[in-house]
């Protein structure tokens, strides 16, 4: 079966955590690492890359942390796939054989194209809905150790 990488995991869900529990009150990358069990600085630089690609808007200071900088309607899982992977979804193939070249090949880049649909068809919005469907405890309800 075919995973997304930890990156692209932790980033995707980090970016639903901050918009499922954020309304306009910044969440540290610190809480998120710390309930997805990740070293802050690993997840730090994760959230970096989100920010300069403006899906998320970082602010500083005592009570700073991440907002998204946009709406979750308009952020989809592909937007977070091309800015958090260093590669493509998948990686290019290189030159073989005809069998290659002419079978194996178009394969791999049709199933690339029906996953970068797929994931351009999904966005932020529907997932944090998907959550208040399943009746996820907001972050006002939950108590941050």
Same mark, same amino acid.
């Given at each position: 079966?075919?995973?997304?990488?930890?990156?692209?995991?932790y980033a995707v869900e980090a970016v639903v955590y901050i918009a499922y529990h954020s309304d306009k009150t910044p969440i540290s990358?610190?809480?998120?690492?710390?309930?997805?069990?990740?070293?802050?600085?690993?997840?730090?630089?994760?959230?970096?890359k989100l920010v300069h690609g403006k899906v998320l808007r970082g602010m500083r200071g005592p009570k700073g942390g991440y907002v998204?900088?946009?709406?979750?309607? @308009?952020?989809?899982?592909? /937007? =977070?796939?091309?800015?958090?992977?260093?590669? %493509? !979804?998948?990686?290019?193939?290189?030159?073989?054989?005809?069998?290659?070249?002419?079978?194996?090949?178009?394969?791999? @880049?049709?199933?690339?194209? /029906? =996953?970068?649909?797929?994931?351009?068809?999904? %966005? !932020?919005?529907?997932?944090?809905?998907?959550?208040?469907?399943?009746?996820?405890?907001?972050?006002?309800?939950?108590?941050?150790?």
């Amino acid at each position: 079966m075919m995973t997304p990488c930890r990156k692209l995991y932790y980033a995707v869900e980090a970016v639903v955590y901050i918009a499922y529990h954020s309304d306009k009150t910044p969440i540290s990358s610190r809480d998120i690492a710390r309930m997805q069990g990740l070293p802050a600085r690993h997840l730090e630089q994760i959230m970096q890359k989100l920010v300069h690609g403006k899906v998320l808007r970082g602010m500083r200071g005592p009570k700073g942390g991440y907002v998204l900088a946009k709406s979750a309607k @308009s952020i989809t899982l592909a /937007e =977070i796939c091309y800015l958090v992977n260093d590669e %493509d !979804i998948i990686q290019s193939t290189p030159q073989t054989t005809d069998i290659g070249n002419h079978i194996v090949r178009p394969f791999w @880049s049709n199933l690339h194209n /029906e =996953i970068a649909a797929k994931l351009d068809g999904i %966005d !932020i919005a529907s997932l944090c809905a998907e959550a208040v469907e399943k009746k996820l405890p907001k972050l006002t309800a939950l108590k941050i150790a």
